[in-house]
């Protein structure tokens, strides 16, 4: 039994994991919130107090930190007592704090694969360059290190668990769909930092086909998904940590990720592309001012906190699988649907930030009461699913399934609660 | 007769103005390019010299100016003994210029209205702002100053002179309508300073319609013309100069000003424009730099003197002109084609520089023949417009005009060579 978690990070992400682990600090404990800024997590630790999340009475504190810093990230885990780490700070950190973990033998979560700043959509598969070169040590050493335990990756992946175990008897492809149906009522604006955001979409696209790492642009390829609630939605071939677990770890033979986008997100992308003004290269004004374009386009779009309070409509991420069960060919859609003015009411963060945010904090738990505590490094499809998805269902982000193929509206109709009733 | 020419100014038009000039020194004497970098002068000068361009040996000499220094301007011109200024520098500049020449005696041509930095769109008539003010002035001191002397305003006000004197009793309506029909195979670029042309498009559009003011937003009108050779152009109703004289001057009761726009074009600056990235106020990045942000788009867009050398297509810009001739409607349209290419193989410069610049130095000869030294501040289609369209068919602007309506297919095999045959 592990207890007292410290949180890395105080953006969205890390506002709506802080939320779900008060208002659940009777199984976790204490908690610690802990990044550069230290206005930011006493931001943080007021939201919680304003909406009166904790549980039970316990302790609540923001801590300056920079997690770059080995010695004061283990110096401060072992200052708080902390035995649970949840990153979700810059993809820049993970393999400090992990390091720390590792050090401390604190358990480590994380919702977003590492990334180095000066290289985008390296070899896959993507863990192999970082996170797998740990792995010996951590099972050595016996620490819990749960990698991409958010949304996607994260719930995705346990949904790929529950079907390869329940469902099938083979199973021939994977595709995650990532649609954000919501509105946030302004002219463009992204969902998360636009520096991150736009950095994912510049490189190239890689997906498992076949059995083998195929390579595409981004945009290049497109298909239009009939879904539950959200309807006929448009989503692109998109390279994400988890095609590049599930390929390896459960070896099936065709692992894909769609991410939904407007016409409108797109158009403007590629002016702003093509302009050059998403470039990380710093340009000089006539006047001789030097500016990275990149930073200055961050600067005019809207702080993606600022949409939470008026962004209305769902978000529908989920796992289309088929395959083979008792000789016959089947398909099961397993999905969350998430309400975006629902997660600003729970927590006071838009959806997208909230069904990254949940699992991480769900994990943690399952880490505390041993379901999930297995002394090595893992991914969430090496884990038990039900627990995690029940876990989930009472914490705000209830999974639906829908059973068949091709008749889409019949299989709505007929699309019901998954696991808790 | 008056001689010796002072160039201000020393962008793309500038230089198609030099070389004019030189070209035809036999009648205007020494010429001098005179702006705030001297540089760019001495690139000019070596421009005309590597193509030896001047007709017989004479004086070509580079100056640094700062044209707003009212005294320094009065110096230059005495010093120089020109003449005949002409005005091609910055749009902010023209009051100052015609202080000098008023002082002076010299004679004042431009090519472009004057323009406060602080104001866009401003009252129309937009003459009577600044302009009309000096007229009185320009009368008692007998100074020749012909305004707007360049393609629109200038060659298409000299077509509306035309049309109303020869083609029709009485005329209704005057469409100017500009096309740039080539390709500078960009992404995006535009013809001139970004900064200026994208002024020009964020305010309001005046137009004369019913012998009345109407005020509409840029892009809300657009309409699809056929035109000889360039085909079927999409054009929108924008705001320009020659709207706000030909429409006093000539009493005529709709006069319209219509610019050839691609959809791609307006896309990119939609995109730009909302997301706030054509705005003149200063923003801050995250680490505290501060630029605005249209200087940074100016920044990222190509140099559009380096589009010249692999320009293609043309330029199309004329006057479709209705009204009644001996009891009958008919309709006429007075136009130029000018080639990019030709333009850059003759000065160097591309077509949209060479349409503006090529009259300027052709208004200047008129002066110096005497045509059109009338000694008071004048607009083209108040002079005798067939001496003007005679010389430019001969400096490679040649006019053309098609009669009747409707059938235009018909029309275009029917037109010919306008003047000169």
């Known amino acids: 039994m592990k207890k007292h978690v410290l949180i890395i990070g105080a953006g969205g992400v890390a506002n709506v994991v802080a939320h779900k682990c008060a ?15 230290l ?12 909406k009166t999340a904790l549980k039970t009475a316990g302790k609540l504190q923001a801590h300056a930190l920079d997690a770059t810093d080995l010695e004061a990230t283990k110096a401060l885990i072992e200052r708080t007592g902390a035995r649970i780490v949840i990153n979700v700070g810059s993809a820049f950190l993970n393999m400090s704090v992990l390091s720390a973990c590792i050090a401390t033998g604190a358990a480590y979560i994380d919702t977003a694969i590492h990334e180095d700043p000066l290289k985008i959509c390296e070899t896959p598969p993507w863990y192999a360059n970082y996170e797998w070169k740990r792995r010996e040590e951590c099972r050595q050493r ?45 002219y463009f604006a992204t969902n998360f930092d636009p520096e991150i955001n736009f950095r994912e979409f510049t490189g190239q696209v890689w997906s498992w086909q076949d059995r083998r790492w195929v390579s595409n642009k981004m945009f290049e390829v497109g298909r239009e998904w009939d879904l539950p609630v959200v309807g006929r939605q448009k989503a692109y071939l998109t390279g994400h ?28 992308f590629t002016v702003l592309k093509n302009l050059g003004l998403l470039s990380e290269q710093p340009i000089k004004t006539a006047e001789g001012v030097e500016v990275v374009p990149l930073k200055v386009v961050k600067a005019v779009l809207p702080d993606p906190s600022s949409l939470a309070p008026s962004y209305t409509g769902l978000t529908c991420i989920g796992d289309l699988i088929k395959g083979v069960k008792d000789g016959r060919e089947c398909e099961v859609f397993i999905y969350n649907l998430a309400d975006h003015r629902e997660a600003f ?15 991480a904090a769900a994990a943690a738990m399952l880490i505390a009461r041993g379901d999930w505590d297995v002394g090595e490094m893992t991914h969430v499809e090496e884990l038990p699913p039900l627990p995690f998805l029940q876990l989930l269902d009472r914490m705000g982000l209830p999974s639906r399934i829908r059973q068949g193929k091709i008749d889409q509206e019949l299989l709505d109709a007929r699309s019901e609660r998954l696991l808790t009733e």
Chains 1, 2 share one sequence.
Request: with cysteine; net charge negative; proline share 3%.
């Open 345 to 359: 009411e729970d927590v006071g963060s838009q959806g997208i930030s909230y069904t990254a945010g949940v699992p």
């Open 23 to 37: 208002q659940n600090n009777d199984v976790l404990g204490d908690i610690h919130v802990a990044s550069r800024t």
């Open 39 to 50: 206005g930011k997590c006493e931001a943080i630790v007021a939201s919680v107090v304003r």
């Open 142 to 186: 016996k620490v819990t290190a749960i990698l991409g335990a958010g949304f996607d990756p994260g719930v995705v992946n346990a949904y790929a668990r529950l079907a390869f175990d329940e469902y099938f008897d083979r199973v021939d492809s994977i595709d995650i769909i990532d649609i954000n149906a919501g509105c946030h009522g302004r």
């Open 241 to 268: 940590d988890e095609v590049h677990s599930l390929s390896q770890i459960l070896k099936v033979p065709n692992v894909r990720f769609w991410m939904g986008f407007g016409d409108h997100y797109i158009n403007v």
